[in-house]
Nanobody, 125 residues
Framework: QVELVESGGGLVQAGGSLRLSCTAS????????MGWFRQAPGQERKFVGG????????SYVDSVRGRFSISRDNANKTVALQMNNLKPEDTAVYYC??????????????????WGQGTQVTVSS
């Protein structure tokens, strides 16, 4: 079964940076697109961005484009979310996710079907 474990969350001041990491197990990591979602208090979980199975294409929602970057290391079965110039509205629980079907682009939230337990990111003003 698929298991995703996130790490790297914490408290940071506005304008600061954090790097989240996710380690996957349970299937052939390199065949599946990976993504990140977040859920702020009182809101639904929302797609942040994704990376395709090969790691050469990424997609981001408008609110984070230019500040966040997703990368993957297929050899070590990890995916990272680098977050720069953080804003208080980025405060949320961040979830790593993997696609349901192999060889996808990772461009849309509908592709994803498995999530980790999440890691809290808090940005103070």
């Amino acid at each position: 079964q698929v298991e995703l474990v996130e790490s790297g969350g914490g408290l940071v001041q506005a304008g600061g940076s954090l790097r989240l990491s996710c380690t996957a197990s349970g299937r052939t990591f390199s065949r599946f697109a990976m993504g990140w979602f977040r859920q702020a208090p009182g809101q639904e979980r929302k797609f942040v961005g994704g990376i395709n199975w090969r790691g050469d294409r990424t997609s981001y929602v408008d609110s984070v484009r230019g500040r966040f970057s997703i990368s993957r290391d297929n050899a070590n079965k990890t995916v990272a979310l680098q977050m720069n110039n953080l804003k208080p509205e980025d405060t949320a629980v961040y979830y790593c996710s993997t696609a349901r079907i192999a060889y996808g682009l990772g461009m849309t939230p509908a592709e994803f079907g498995f999530w980790g337990q999440g890691t809290q990111v808090t940005v103070s003003s």
